[in-house]
């Protein structure tokens, strides 16, 4: 069983920077592709971003490229997510979340474990 635990959230300035960290439990870890996604008030969960064990990456919208850099540390069994330039947009409950496979996956359905979310709010 794979546990996710995530922290790093909290309110930021509009052009501000936080970085979201996940802390995984269980030996499956580094086996595992391992991805972010958002959920604002009233909308779908978003694909933000994912990673596999071997460090290739895959992001989401337009809107986060080159503003987001996803990263893991498998010795720590933790993933991160360095948001910089930060936009009201950005405004979400952002969740960790694990795939049993190495294969990268940008949908919801295709992630096993999550984490309970940690908030981030944009706003001056």
């Known amino acids: 069983q794979v546990q996710l635990v995530e922290s790093g959230g909290g309110l930021v300035q509009p052009g501000g920077s936080l970085r979201l960290s996940c802390a995984a439990s269980?030996?499956?870890?580094?086996?595992?592709?391992m991805g972010w996604f958002r959920q604002a008030p009233g909308k779908e969960r978003e694909f933000v971003s994912a990673?596999?064990?071997?460090?290739?990456?895959?992001y989401g919208p337009d809107s986060v490229k080159g503003r987001f850099t996803i990263s893991r540390d498998n010795a720590k069994k933790s993933v991160y997510l360095q948001m910089n330039s930060l936009k009201p947009d950005d405004t979400a409950l952002y969740y960790c979340?694990?795939?049993?496979?190495?294969?990268?996956?940008?949908?919801?359905?295709?992630?096993?474990?999550w984490g309970q979310g940690t908030q981030v709010t944009v706003s001056s």
């Open positions: 979340a694990g795939r049993v496979g190495s294969i990268l996956a940008a949908t919801p359905e295709a992630y096993a474990y």
């Open positions: 269980g030996r499956m870890f580094s086996l595992n592709a």
């Open positions: 990673i596999s064990y071997t460090g290739s990456t895959m």
